[in-house]
């Protein structure tokens, strides 16, 4: 009987550990050939050195250097320098991004550069600098208005906006923000409250104080907006 006993829950544990939670999994390499067939193959895994991705990862968490085609998605932090052909996403992003399409982190600490756009989430604090070939947009979100700050700056050709700046906006076509404390230069500015300066060929701020110069100055509101040419100052 007792050997009965035995034999059972040997025969029993293969089905015990499939039933079970995963476990983090740590590794100082990950391969991926897409993210359902990679090493290791949990989505859950963290890698501590290399990833290497070529149509698509996801990982827990990446410390280290990423390479691949993407998109690649990492669940909490990507910390260190990342390189993704296609675009790539990450819930906290810590160090050098390059995407040759897009980036997409929550937040980030550090400088991301995209082909085309940068996005970060909305309610939360990113320090560093946004370059984009077309648009950089941090707040992004579907719903309701967009909450956060950025810390640093944005570079793009078309547009830049963020709810909070505390640093600097550079732009071909326009920059748009909330609370700007810091420099904007584009052809068209706008801030709902300004601390800071203006230039470009178009430059609207709410309410607050600074400097303007371009062709058009606006500040204040409807009824006691100030509309001057060249130069503008309110303090």
């Known amino acids: 009987m007792k050997n009965a006993r035995i034999i059972f829950l040997l025969l029993a544990l293969p089905f015990s550990l499939a039933r079970a939670e995963t476990p983090e999994t740590y590794s100082v390499l990950g391969l991926a050939l897409v993210d359902e067939h990679q090493y290791p193959s949990s989505k859950m895994s963290n890698i501590r050195g290399l990833s290497l991705s070529l149509f698509g990862e996801e990982r827990q968490s990446v410390q280290g250097l ?5 998109p690649s998605w990492i669940n909490q932090d990507m910390s260190g320098i990342q390189f993704m052909l296609l675009g790539s996403a990450a ?3 810590n160090g050098i991004q390059f995407s040759g399409v ?3 982190n929550t937040t980030f600490d550090g400088v991301t550069f995209a082909g085309l756009f940068n996005l970060t ?4 604090i990113s320090r560093g600098l946004q370059i984009a070939g077309l648009l950089n947009i941090d707040g992004f979100s579907f719903s309701g208005y967009p909450d956060s700050t950025l810390v640093g700056g944005q570079i793009a050709l078309l547009w830049n906006s963020t709810p909070n700046l505390k ?3 550079i732009a071909l076509g326009f920059n748009l923000a909330g609370e700007c404390a810091g420099l904007q230069i584009a052809l068209f500015n706008y801030a709902t409250t300004l601390r800071g300066v203006q230039i470009g060929a178009v430059n609207i701020a709410g ?3 600074g400097l303007q110069i ?3 100055n606006s500040f204040g509101t409807d009824d006691g907006r100030l509309i001057f040419p060249l130069v503008n100052m309110r303090f």
């Open 66 to 70: 990423a390479v691949g085609l993407g």
């Open 91 to 93: 819930e906290k992003f």
């Open 102 to 104: 897009y980036s997409a």
């Open 121 to 124: 989430g909305h309610g939360g």
């Open 167 to 169: 640093g600097v906006q």
């Open 207 to 209: 309410t607050g104080s």
């Open 214 to 216: 371009g062709l058009l």
